[in-house]
């Protein structure tokens, strides 16, 4: 069906305990997303993330809502919701990364969901999407990237 | 790197806009081209282009954001750039002292003879 999922799959040569700390604490995710977020890895933690653009701290502040945390497994949120609006089925794109052990490495899955959805007209739907694909173009090899240089400098 | 390279790192920087734009993108660390284009007396058009030549020379990266993308420093890079322009630097201070001993031969050389000779 299109534009239901984006599916991502990447090797990183980081244990699945490293990945999954890169893809879920704050301090790592403003290393890989460059986002601000005061969102913790605890099932049903809300906050937001937060891009600085230029003299502007906030240009852009997008809510996200902690979904499922399994470490070193599991990581999953919902986001781009309504500022005050709860994160549910419907209002909110849902983001999974799976992690695999992988040799000494990790297969790191993501799934995004949620665009249907939203009941946005084709143009709209179709505008979302091809962001979000071009967003986890380039954030997914980083998120690989930041892990394997944490790992390495442990 | 190549000598090619070198010319293009140093025309990137040699544009006063683009320092400029390196300034501010130094300062705070991400920005789009239009709020960058708020803070200088160029148009939207003309700086996305200024950081297209930073991007192909490797001082800027772009990350996606939405419709637009915004532009940071890549320190790795940078870091790299001022190592080379540094040599290019240390090049200049062993030719500039070639230079000086060089002048201070001549002078030697010109002040024994008038010596002999007065």
Redesign the interface.
Known sequence: MEYASIEREIHVDAPPEVVFEVVSQPEHIRDWW?ADTDVRPVPGSTGELV??????PR??AVPMSVVAVEPPRLFSFRWTHGAGETAADGNSMLVTFELVPSGAGTLLRLTETGFRERGWEIAALE?QYQ?HV??WD??VPRIAAVAERLAASR | MTAAIDDELWSAIGDPTRRRMLDLLLASGSWTATSLSERLPVTRQAVAKHLGVLDRVGLVEAVPAGREKRYRVDEAQLGRAVAQLTAVGDTWDARLRRIKQIAEAIQHTTAQEEKRNG
Not at chain 1, 51 to 56: I, P, S
Request: aromatic fraction near 20%; glycine fraction near 14%; charged fraction near 25%.
């Open positions: 460059y891009w600085a653009d230029g003299d502007n240009a852009n505008k962001e071009v967003g380039t954030f």
